[in-house]
Nanobody
Framework: QLVESGGDLVQPGGSLRLSCDYFGFTLNSYAIGWFRQAPGKEREGVSCISKSGGVTKYADSVKGRFTISADNTKNTVYLQMNSLKPEDTAVYYC????????????????????WGQGTQVTVSS
């Protein structure tokens, strides 16, 4: 089970940290991906952290602004989002990936496992 939190209304240029709390498994078993879906747009991958935590991936649109990390002691994966832009507005979801972010990279959604309920991020002045 996954539960996202941390979404909010923020001004352009601001920052937010999203959390993905996971239950019932360890990060040795799954990679965790962050995805987002804006109104009228398809779901897209944002970032992924591998099972070992040693590999991270980012969409080109967020590279240099977003950072994914994991705290195994808290069973939480974070997405630190800086320099937010209006185009980052979306519902953000986390999901388990049984591969080392391969399904994430290929947007193979049928291969992904559990999804959270999503958290709304709105970037607007």
């Amino acid at each position: 089970q996954l539960v996202e939190s941390g979404g909010d209304l923020v001004q352009p240029g601001g920052s937010l940290r999203l959390s993905c709390d996971y239950f019932g498994f360890t990060l040795n078993s799954y990679a965790i991906g962050w995805f987002r879906q804006a109104p009228g747009k398809e779901r897209e991958g944002v970032s992924c952290i591998s099972k070992s935590g040693g590999v991270t991936k980012y969409a080109d649109s967020v590279k240099g602004r977003f950072t994914i990390s994991a705290d195994n002691t808290k069973n939480t994966v974070y997405l630190q989002m800086n320099s937010l832009k209006p185009e980052d507005t979306a519902v953000y979801y986390c999901a388990t990936d049984p591969t080392e972010c391969i399904y994430y990279s290929n947007m193979y959604y049928p291969g992904l496992g559990s999804w959270g309920q999503g958290t709304q991020v709105t970037v607007s002045s």
